[in-house]
């Protein structure tokens, strides 16, 4: 059974535009949401994460959007460029932070 | 953040054989994971590995196709036995800091043929 559910599943953006990936879940108990890039032959790379006491948290470019109440958190790209092209995961964690449980993974192309 | 050092990072193998890879961190680390990556697809956990303890496996894994070692507090080996070609995938070690930090090496792609 999936717990996080992210869509879409591709996503190609222009140069310059806004990416927005979105990701739900069901699980109550999870208390850290964080946000993970997958660049070809890599491992995944923490990119932002967030806690549900907090509604929104921004790192540079990039924007975590948090909904408790809905169960949903949105990663947001501002100004997208190409090196942005990446896989995107979301993720989510108990408590205890012993377990990862990933999102299905969005592959994001930014063109020019 | 830890640093892992993952080998080999790729590896063609035949059908029916087994392959160890290693997982080495530049930090000592009290949970050690292990995934899996099919193509296109998104990271499914393996094994938990904790050192001094045997390791909890995921439904749908077990020990004896995946048995992992966790000698010491910086190293772990993911075995994958008797392989056969739905066994190619990437394999992930991953670990994690006491403030839900994880770092994940850069992955063993297989391919069994």
């Known amino acids: 059974q999936q717990q996080v559910k992210q869509s879409p599943q591709s996503l190609i953006v222009q140069k310059g535009g806004i990416s927005i990936i979105n990701c739900a879940y069901e699980?109550?108990?999870?208390?850290?949401f964080p946000w993970y890039q997958q660049f070809p032959g890599k491992g995944p790379a923490l990119l932002i994460a967030?806690?549900?006491?907090?509604s929104e948290k921004k790192e540079g470019r990039f924007t975590i959007s948090f909904n408790k109440s809905a169960k949903q958190f949105s990663l947001h790209i501002m100004d997208s460029q190409p090196g942005d092209s990446a896989t995107y995961f979301c993720?989510?964690?108990?408590?205890?932070?012993?377990?990862?449980?990933f999102g299905t993974g969005t592959q994001l192309k930014v063109e020019l | 953040s830890a640093v892992i050092s993952q080998k080999p990072s790729r590896d063609i193998c035949q059908r029916g054989t087994s392959l160890t890879i290693q997982c080495q961190v530049d930090?000592?680390?009290?949970?050690m994971f292990w995934y899996r990556q099919q193509p296109g697809q998104s990271l499914t956990l393996i094994a938990t590995?904790?050192?001094?303890?045997?390791?909890?496996?995921e439904s749908g894994f077990v020990i004896d196709k995946f048995p992992i070692s966790r000698p010491n507090l910086t190293f772990s080996t993911l075995t994958v036995s008797n392989m056969s070609p739905e066994d190619s995938s990437i394999y992930l070690c991953?670990?994690?800091?006491?403030?839900?930090?994880?770092?994940f090496g850069s992955g063993t792609r297989l391919t069994v043929v």
């Open positions: 991953s670990v994690t800091d006491s403030n839900y930090g994880y770092t």
């Open positions: 967030i806690r549900p006491d907090v």
């Open positions: 590995a904790n050192q001094g303890s045997e390791a909890t496996y």
């Open positions: 699980n109550t108990a999870f208390d850290y």
């Open positions: 930090s000592q680390v009290t949970m």
């Open positions: 993720a989510a964690v108990t408590g205890g932070g012993n377990k990862l449980t």
